[in-house]
Every structure is written in structure tokens, then in C-alpha cells.
């Protein structure tokens, strides 16, 4: 009997974590460990599957014993480095806490090339670009100039990787995730925390003048895309952006939400942030749509249609 491929997902009970999970049980051949501390990810996400096909770690990559202990037990194949603190609050509150995930990177890439690693994939992010230069934000030619921590976190996190593919020969592959969205993800997010609101009929705050724009990636798109990178031997030692390329400000979401829900909330404007909420964030995705998806991406309005038909939304938190 052929052996199984062996995967390691860090962050796995977080939501794109465990939304990554969910694609990666479709495929038989693979067994999957998901690790995580809970700190903000939730052990209900993780989706239920045999033993045999998936396992769960309750594991901080962070500190090196703890991580060390389960991929020497385990040699994988490859790993899908997502763990990380996540949100811009949080991760304004605990600008000190954001770093210690420098740790985590580090472990990860010394014990995969211990353990016999072939390739790791990182999810980075759209805020190590900042303040937009130019529009739409390219992986190659637009400056990487976010101050705050996070950002710097996932630019290192991109360096030690490619400084361990020149010393070590390590493969990788780098996602920057762009604004994600889908069910499972956490309330304290735009996506969410708006139809939450909506739902209920409470006023929408939006940060200044709500003319922020973004674009949103449903989290499919975002788990095909990067499975598809996997399976099929693309985005070998290079970065490209995972997200869509359609802008719209924080305002039109808040109203489209609104509309769709025929929600009777109020859109308030409180005090914009004091740092890490960029004026314009779009990218370049022709690599994400040219190679990595076979499908046309979801739109938000269908994606919005998606989640409310699912219905997951607590209204009592």
C-alpha cells in the first residue's frame, strides 16, 4: 500500500487554516496533523475526519520543543505555515506579542530542513505593501513599507525563507493573503463583523470616513488557489498575491451588506485608526487568476449570498 503524503498545517484551527484542511481531506492520499495554541483559533473549526486521514496538536510553533517534538515525530512532506496573530486590534494591542511569530518562522524553517521538508508554503500578507505606491500592488515592482509589526513579522517571515531556499536548498512558496473571507472566520473582521451587525440591526461603525478601499477574496478562491500551487508544482521559490482585484471602500461594503440583509442598522463613522488601516489595497492577482485558479473568482456579492445562505452567524455574541 502506498504511504500517504504527510502535511503539516500550523494555525490549522484558525480560519483559513482549517478551510485549508477542509480542501486537503478531498485528496485521500494525504495525512494531515493540524497544530495550534488556541489563542485565537477554535478547535471547533477543525473539520471532523478519521484518524487515519487527520490529526490535531494543541501546539504553540513558537516554542521550539513543542513544535520540535511533532515533526521529528512525524517527518512531513510539506507544511502550510499559517499560524500567526491575526487582526489589525489585536495585533495593535500587542505590538511586542506580533514578534515573537519571528520565532515561530524560524523553527519552522530550521526543523524543515531538518526533518526533510520538501517545500514550505507561507501565508503572508497584503499589509507588508503599506501605504499604497501604485495600484494594483505588484509581488515584484511595489515597495514593501508597512512600519507595523505584523507587517515586518510576514516580511522576515519571506526573507528567512528565501535565505534558507539559498543556504539549504529549502523549497517555498509565499501567499499574500489579501482581505479573506468566508464562513468560520472570527467576528472581529470587516466581513463578518458587518453582517453581524446588519443581522441584528445595530448601527455599523465605520473608521473616518469609511472611504478606505479593499478587496475581498471569498475563501475558496483562496483555498484552490493555494492548493492548486501545491498539487500541481507552481509558485516554486516565488510570492504571489491571494486575493481579488475588484476595489471597493469600506463605505460601499457597509451599504451593500445593508441592502442584502434589508437590515434596518444605522452606518455610524467613529474615529479612523490610529495605524495599519491603509487608505487603498488592491493587487495584482494575474498570477492567482492566470495559474492558480481554473474558475472565475467569486464575487462579492454572491460570496455575501454564500455566507448568509449558510447561516452561520451567531447573533448572540
Known amino acids: 500500500m502506498k504511504s500517504k503524503i504527510k502535511i503539516l498545517v500550523t494555525g490549522g484551527a484558525g480560519f483559513i487554516g482549517s478551510s485549508l484542511i477542509e480542501r486537503l481531506l478531498k485528496n485521500s492520499q494525504y495525512y494531515i496533523v493540524a497544530v495550534d495554541d488556541l489563542s485565537t483559533g477554535d478547535i471547533k473549526k477543525i473539520p471532523q475526519a478519521s484518524a487515519d486521514v487527520l490529526k490535531f496538536i494543541r501546539c504553540n510553533v513558537n516554542d521550539y520543543e513543542s513544535i ?25 494591542q500587542n505590538p511586542l506579542k506580533v514578534f515573537q511569530d519571528i520565532d515561530g518562522i524560524r523553527h519552522i524553517c530550521k526543523l524543515a530542513v531538518n526533518t526533510g521538508v520538501k517545500r514550505v508554503f507561507f501565508s503572508s500578507s497584503s499589509e507588508i505593501y503599506g501605504e499604497p505606491v501604485e495600484i494594483p500592488q505588484h509581488v515584484y515592482t511595489t515597495p514593501l513599507n508597512s512600519r507595523v509589526p505584523y507587517a515586518i513579522v510576514k516580511n522576515v517571515g519571506e526573507a528567512y525563507l528565501r535565505s534558507y531556499n539559498q543556504e539549504f536548498g529549502l523549497e517555498y512558496s509565499i501567499f499574500r493573503f489579501f482581505n479573506t473571507y468566508g464562513p468560520k472566520q472570527s467576528k472581529d473582521f470587516v466581513m463578518s463583523k458587518f453582517l453581524i451587525k446588519a443581522l441584528k440591526n445595530q448601527d455599523i461603525e465605520l473608521y473616518g470616513d ?12 483562496n483555498v484552490d488557489a493555494c492548493v492548486n500551487a501545491f498539487e500541481k508544482n507552481l509558485l516554486i521559490n516565488d510570492v504571489a498575491n491571494i486575493g481579488g482585484n475588484k476595489e471597493i471602500t469600506i463605505k460601499e461594503l457597509a451599504e451593500i451588506i445593508v441592502s442584502k440583509t434589508n437590515s434596518k442598522s444605522r452606518i455610524v463613522h467613529v474615529p479612523p485608526l490610529k495605524d495599519g488601516d491603509m487608505l487603498r489595497r488592491c493587487p495584482d492577482n494575474t498570477y492567482m487568476r492566470e495559474h492558480l485558479l481554473t474558475r472565475p473568482l467569486t464575487t462579492l456579492e454572491d460570496g455575501i449570498t454564500k455566507l448568509l445562505e449558510i447561516g452561520l452567524f451567531d447573533l448572540k455574541r
Not at 469609511?210 to 478587496?215: A, D, F, H, M, P
Request: aromatic content about 18%.
Open 210 to 221: 469609511g472611504l478606505q478601499t479593499r478587496t475581498f477574496c471569498y475563501v475558496q478562491d
Open 68 to 92: 520540535s517534538a511533532v515533526m521529528h515525530s512525524y517527518k512531513f512532506d510539506y507544511v502550510f505555515h499559517y499560524a500567526a496573530m491575526v487582526g489589525v486590534l489585536r495585533t495593535q
